[in-house]
């Protein structure tokens, strides 16, 4: 027996790698130089896209049949599933894609053409050019194409942080997808050359800091090389779909179990240093508001809220559209895992990771539309645009302060019996403004700091219409009946440059003076002796800026602001 088991088992092992091989060379034979291909295939039970989401890139799902795009890694595991599959012909159509090189910004009206990586690039410098007072144009990455990760911030005041929403457009992760790419850049234009003569642009610009990335994926738009799009491929230039590559609330950090690509990691560092209220980022190959989450099943927090907004973004296309626009699944609206689940989405990222609403439309069932059709896209969408936009000034939304120094805090802003999976925001500093889109209703919000007792406020909100609740914290150290005992401090000059002088209540015991930044970063502490009666603090070497005298004493904490020089 022993030998026959040994005969049994040299044999499976010499089966094995020919069977792998085999399955390397069709793989050879199909990609040759590509980086990608699409393909679709049949599947017996939903059940099984948990799975299959997880090998390969799942682009649409209809009547049981999986459309997908793969990489030549993804793709050999899939062949080992053994699934019948057909290659979607991904040869080029004769589409006019109107390529533009040489734009004069002003001679721009229809907006019915492709620019080129370099017409783009010089066209995002333009809007700031002709707008200065109005917009900022940047970079968030260099590839290691030379290709920008390229934005515009869109406010009346672009150089300043405001207190308002910050709201993110976006379009184009999967670099063949391409209306919105244009959609966005006509947007920016619209926004700016309206600013001042149209009511609704202007309070738009003036009460939200508008930040617009026409193209996240440019590698893959220009694959062929910058003056094409034609070829445009949905991975990236590392043959990766980012939109797959992002921590993922079920599946951890790296879900599709690559490194974090140089885009995801540009886009997660904007994230982090700018906290978004809202957001969307455009697709296309369906016509659909899709909305979190689409790891798993459960709904979100704010399901209502969403179906409201994403209703009124389709409602308002189907309005000013045409029969049969944007009416995929539930005429237009789907939750992200009722449709199909993908893990690793930047959705799902930034609703979880960042406590941003960002859904993601599919604006096209064509990905690259002939140039002349951009235009009816436009028309179709630009009110849905700015409606969502709008969505960032409603609900619940104020500031966040330290009852005794004013000073703005950092607080989780929670609302009790409704908040899970992360759906809570925070207030943001320097200023502590927070911003709580939510649908109508009465909600208990539960503002909470390290160090403060929290506090629990009822707000009612109607749709459509903001409640402003500032809050002030006050300090673990003091009881709200301390407060009206507190002494004043006498503090002079004030404002100071050279060195400020701290007279001493002698009604009061004190043990030690603290010098604190905005921040709440300490640059300054002395104890106190019984024989202090006047306190002395050289300020030369500080920035200038506002800053907090403390004085601690009699279980007791007090504070003055002020500005040095």
Known sequence: MKTLYSFLFIALFAILPISAQNLSEKADKLFGVKKEIQ??????????????????????????????????????KFLELGYEYQLINDKEEETDYNMLDNLNYKDIQAWNFYPTYNAYDSLMSKFQTNFPNLCRSFSIKTLASGRKLLFVKISDNPDVNENEPKFLYTSSM?????????????????????????ARITSIINNT?????????????????????????????????????????????????NAWQPETMAFMALADSIQFTMSANIHGGAEVCNYPFDTWAQLPADNNWWNYVCREYADTVHVNGIAGYLDDLDNGVTNGYAWYQITGGRQDYMNYFAHCREFCLEISNTKKPAASTLPNYWNYN??????????????????VTDSITGIPLKASVFIQGHD?????????????????????????????????????????????????KDVQLVPIYITTNEIANYPNINIYPNPANNKINILLDKNYSYKEVTLTDIY????????????????????????????FVILEGNNQKISQKIVIE
Not at 217 to 226: E, Q, R, S
Not at 434 to 446: K, L
């Open 39 to 76: 393909f679709k295939f049949q599947i017996q039970s939903r059940a099984e896209i948990s799975k299959l989401t997880r090998i390969i890139s799942i682009d649409n799902v209809k009547d049981n049949y999986i459309y997908a795009y793969a990489n030549k890694k993804e793709f050999l």
């Open 174 to 198: 999967h670099g063949d997808e391409l209306t919105g790419y244009i959609l966005m850049l006509r947007l920016i234009e619209y926004l700016l050359s309206n600013y001042g003569t149209d």
């Open 209 to 257: 800091e508008i930040w617009i990335n026409p193209l996240a994926n440019p590698d893959g738009t220009f694959a062929l090389g910058n003056n094409t799009v034609a070829g445009a491929t949905r991975y990236n230039a590392n043959g990766i779909d980012f939109n797959r590559n992002f921590p993922d609330p079920y599946d951890g950090q790296h879900p599709d179990g």
């Open 382 to 399: 630009y009110r849905s645009l700015l409606n969502y936009l709008e969505q960032c000034q409603y609900g619940i939304k104020g500031i």
């Open 420 to 468: 899970m999976d992360s759906s809570h925001v925070y207030s943001t500093l320097p200023l502590g403004n927070y911003y709580r889109p939510i649908y109508a209703g009465n909600y208990n919000v539960t503002y909470s700091a390290p160090g403060y007792y929290s506090k629990t406020i009822s707000s009612g909100v109607v749709n459509k219409t903001s409640t402003i």
């Open 520 to 547: 709440g970063k300490k640059v300054f502490e002395k104890t106190i002796k019984s024989t202090d009666n006047l306190i002395e603090i050289n300020v030369q070497e500080y920035s200038k800026g506002l800053y």
